[in-house]
């Protein structure tokens, strides 16, 4: 094995990042080093990029970035016990401690001590990436290997589904990104009767019908409360999933939800959110919920059996795949509007 390696670093604040030759991480125990066949671009790689201001105030440089990918296990440290040499393996975003009060409960995903592959921890867009033992799943020889690197944000949209139980009920989507998108796809298989979706970009309602969606409502041009109104009789929907982090679609959420609708937050609002609290969680008893990653490790479970299925139909959302020394074309293409992933070969 090669001693040095490429990687995507930041390494300033301000937009951009360097593609920098550094040394390949050593094993130590309970590590495991993975060779990175292929990775994605984030929402979230992109405010790195850019050097958004949350990000400016949680990370400290420099570090490599990158937290969706798929690869090959090639060594693995002392005391590791369920990976070997030669696992083809998909990553987990949350380093979570394993020893906290959340962590000792079963909720690894809100440890207290979290650390965040790509932000806080080593990320991925590098030729290898060393991680803990337990961000790591397992995955079939045969699965694309672009569908193993999104399987982490598909984990984020099957969460919300657990969380809202969708099974015979309607279910409204707001925001037909990646994620909304894999929402509404899912969905389908966790048994949602009705699946409604939103966007003002006709192109990912277009993607939204391929994607399962029973309904498509351009919420630039159409009124979503009465639309949908509309179009349940006046009842409303069983389930919300607010997949935009828009303000004004979280309050349309709340308004076409039935009584004891089931709200989940997906999107992360870009300013604090003011609502009828009476109104909505008082007199109607909405059962709203916000999610953060994946449960570890029920979500994984069920992602992989989604999968293993072979029911899942990702494939409209793989996008173009671009060399690691090709990055800046990578990030200007995923900040285009595009609905696809964006991938990074880093071989």
Not at 19 to 35: N, Q, S, T
Not at 94 to 115: D, E, F, I
Not at 243 to 262: C, D, M, P, T, V
């Amino acid at each position: 094995m090669p001693e040095m390696m490429k990687a995507l670093r930041k390494t300033f604040p301000g937009a951009g990042a360097e593609l920098k030759e550094i040394a390949i991480p050593r094993v130590d125990k309970g590590l495991v080093l993975v060779k990175v066949e292929i990775a994605a671009i984030c929402g979230s790689d992109q405010a790195v990029y850019r050097w958004s201001k949350n990000i400016a105030v949680n990370t400290e440089l420099p570090f490599t970035m990158g937290h969706e990918y798929c690869g090959t296990v090639v060594e693995v440290g002392d005391g590791v016990q369920n990976f070997m040499v030669g696992d083809r393996v998909v990553g987990e975003t949350h380093v979570p401690c394993g020893k906290c009060y959340m962590c000792r409960g079963g909720n690894q995903h809100l440890c207290v001590n979290m650390r965040n592959i790509g932000k806080t921890y080593q990320g991925c867009f590098a030729e290898y990436i060393l991680v803990p033992e337990s961000c790591l799943i397992k995955i079939d020889q045969t699965v694309d290997p672009r569908v193993g690197a999104i399987m982490e944000p598909l984990g984020v949209a099957v969460h919300a589904l657990q969380k809202t139980s969708p099974c015979g009920g309607t279910l409204a989507v707001l925001g037909c990104g990646p994620i909304g998108l894999m929402t509404i796809n899912a969905s389908k298989q966790m048994g949602a009767h009705t699946v409604f979706s939103t966007s003002r970009s006709p192109a990912k309602l277009k993607m939204a019908e391929k994607m399962g969606a029973d309904y498509q409502i351009n919420s630039g041009q159409e009124d979503v409360i009465d639309a949908i109104k509309a179009l349940t009789n006046g009842g409303g929907v069983d389930v919300v999933i607010e997949a935009s982090g828009s303000n004004e679609a979280f309050l349309e959420g709340l308004e076409i939800l039935k009584n004891q609708g089931r709200f989940c937050l997906l999107g992360i609002p870009t300013a604090p959110i003011q609502f009828d609290a009476d109104r909505y969680l008082i007199r109607k008893e909405l059962n709203i919920t916000g999610i953060w990653g994946r449960k570890m490790y029920s979500t994984w479970l069920l992602v992989e059996q989604f999968i293993a299925s072979g029911k899942l139909d990702l494939d409209p959302l793989l996008g173009s795949t671009y060399e690691l020394e090709d990055y800046a074309s990578a990030f200007e293409k995923a900040a285009s509007g595009t609905v696809q992933r964006i991938f990074l070969n880093p071989v």
